[in-house]
């Protein structure tokens, strides 16, 4: 059995599945390279991150494919359902990353909160010139204990979220269609263990009580934070979203920036990746990483692991 893990797998993912007497390939096709690639190396296991798209046509014309993995949370690049109704399997490793993300978010969190963002860069350029003037500047940072985090979709990513945000001392309010409460079991470092139950609540009222907002929602067809979002929320809010670009109006984003409404704001993702508008990577409010949530090399074992484990299981 062969496995191509387009978009790369870690290391224990590999021995993983070697040990269970599948070849593994890490060679990166082209997009348009990989139907004939598929065929031509008889290629029965695709595995995929947000790079590789699988669409009808490359199932339709690659029948040695028997499992597609998304090594991640999200499978919108994938035809889930079309592949499925073709017989194939289609997994992902869902759990795998969300700790590295919500830890992400509160590294733009805090980086936010304190102007990191904006000192790391003024430091080298003026540090020894304008000392003072950054000092001044930058002194009017916040602090995220005691702050209301407001949590848009809440489940395994966005609950990881607030795990660390209960941990930092910080109330935490939940929106989520989907689920009425959940129970979250935060544990330390010496086997003590705290259980918090958080019950969700209405969007409308997650936006008009939070001081930081942090979205974790499935790709959309219409905006989940549009200029109507934005015209609720509370002045000088502090916004994240690591989790899908589209999920907020980027042009309502910086409209909310200009006018005060919004103080500052985290992406790790963009409507355009893997070109972001120009306006967004010169605004001075915005701190930015390229779509890099799940990467850390914690995660990427476990994914690896675990996208191994589900194939070795399948196929046996």
Same mark, same amino acid.
């Given at each position: 059995?062969?496995?191509?893990?387009?978009?790369?797998? /870690?290391? /224990?993912? =590999?021995?993983?599945?070697?040990?269970?007497?599948?070849?593994?390939?890490?060679?990166?096709?082209?997009?348009?390279?990989?139907?004939?690639?598929?065929?031509?190396?008889?290629?029965?296991?695709?595995?995929?991150?947000?790079?590789?798209?699988?669409?009808?046509?490359?199932?339709?014309?690659?029948?040695?494919?028997?499992?597609?993995?998304?090594?991640?949370?999200?499978?919108?690049?994938?035809?889930?359902?079309?592949?499925?109704?073709?017989?194939? #399997?289609?997994?992902?490793?869902?759990?795998? /990353? #969300?700790?590295?993300?919500?830890?992400?978010?509160?590294?733009?969190?805090?980086?936010?909160?304190?102007?990191?963002?904006?000192?790391?860069?003024?430091?080298p350029l003026e540090g020894d010139s304008n000392f003072k003037g950054l000092k001044k500047a930058y002194a009017k940072g916040t602090e995220l204990r005691g702050k209301t985090l407001g949590v848009l979709g809440f489940g395994r990513i966005g609950q990881a979220?607030?795990?660390?945000?209960?941990?930092?001392?910080?109330?935490?309010?939940?929106?989520?269609?989907?689920?009425?409460?959940?129970?979250?079991?935060?544990?330390?470092?010496?086997?003590?263990?705290?259980?918090?139950?958080?019950?969700?609540? /209405?969007?409308?009222?997650?936006?008009?009580?939070?001081?930081?907002?942090?979205?974790?929602?499935?790709?959309?067809?219409?905006?989940?934070?549009?200029?109507?979002?934005?015209?609720?929320?509370?002045?000088?809010?502090?916004?994240?979203?690591?989790?899908?670009?589209?999920?907020?109006?980027?042009?309502?984003?910086?409209?909310? =920036?200009?006018?005060?409404?919004?103080?500052?704001?985290?992406?790790?993702?963009?409507?355009?990746?893997?070109?972001?508008? =120009?306006?967004?990577?010169m605004n001075p409010a915005l701190s930015l990483t390229p779509h890099t949530g799940a990467a850390t090399n914690e995660a990427q074992d476990r994914i690896g692991t675990e996208l191994a484990a589900q194939i070795i299981n399948i196929l046996g």
């Amino acid at each position: 059995m062969k496995v191509l893990a387009n978009d790369g797998i /870690s290391q /224990s993912g =590999i021995d993983a599945l070697e040990k269970g007497g599948y070849e593994v390939i890490t060679t990166t096709v082209a997009q348009e390279q990989l139907e004939n690639y598929i065929n031509e190396k008889q290629i029965n296991v695709l595995l995929v991150r947000s790079a590789t798209t699988v669409r009808k046509d490359l199932i339709d014309a690659c029948p040695s494919l028997k499992i597609i993995g998304r090594g991640g949370v999200g499978m919108d690049n994938i035809d889930v359902e079309y592949a499925r109704e073709k017989g194939l #399997s289609v997994i992902n490793t869902p759990a795998a /990353s #969300s700790h590295s993300v919500a830890e992400l978010v509160f590294g733009h969190l805090y980086g936010l909160s304190r102007f990191l963002h904006n000192s790391n860069r003024d430091m080298p350029l003026e540090g020894d010139s304008n000392f003072k003037g950054l000092k001044k500047a930058y002194a009017k940072g916040t602090e995220l204990r005691g702050k209301t985090l407001g949590v848009l979709g809440f489940g395994r990513i966005g609950q990881a979220t607030a795990k660390v945000a209960l941990g930092a001392g910080m109330k935490v309010i939940a929106f989520d269609p989907f689920l009425e409460k959940a129970n979250l079991e935060l544990e330390f470092f010496d086997g003590q263990k705290v259980n918090f139950e958080i019950q969700t609540i /209405s969007k409308e009222d997650v936006l008009k009580q939070s001081d930081f907002i942090t979205l974790h929602v499935p790709a959309q067809k219409d905006y989940v934070i549009d200029e109507a979002e934005f015209n609720i929320m509370k002045d000088g809010v502090i916004i994240a979203n690591a989790a899908r670009g589209g999920v907020v109006n980027e042009v309502a984003l910086v409209k909310a =920036i200009e006018n005060g409404k919004v103080a500052r704001a985290a992406l790790d993702v963009f409507e355009k990746e893997p070109k972001p508008e =120009i306006q967004l990577l010169m605004n001075p409010a915005l701190s930015l990483t390229p779509h890099t949530g799940a990467a850390t090399n914690e995660a990427q074992d476990r994914i690896g692991t675990e996208l191994a484990a589900q194939i070795i299981n399948i196929l046996g």
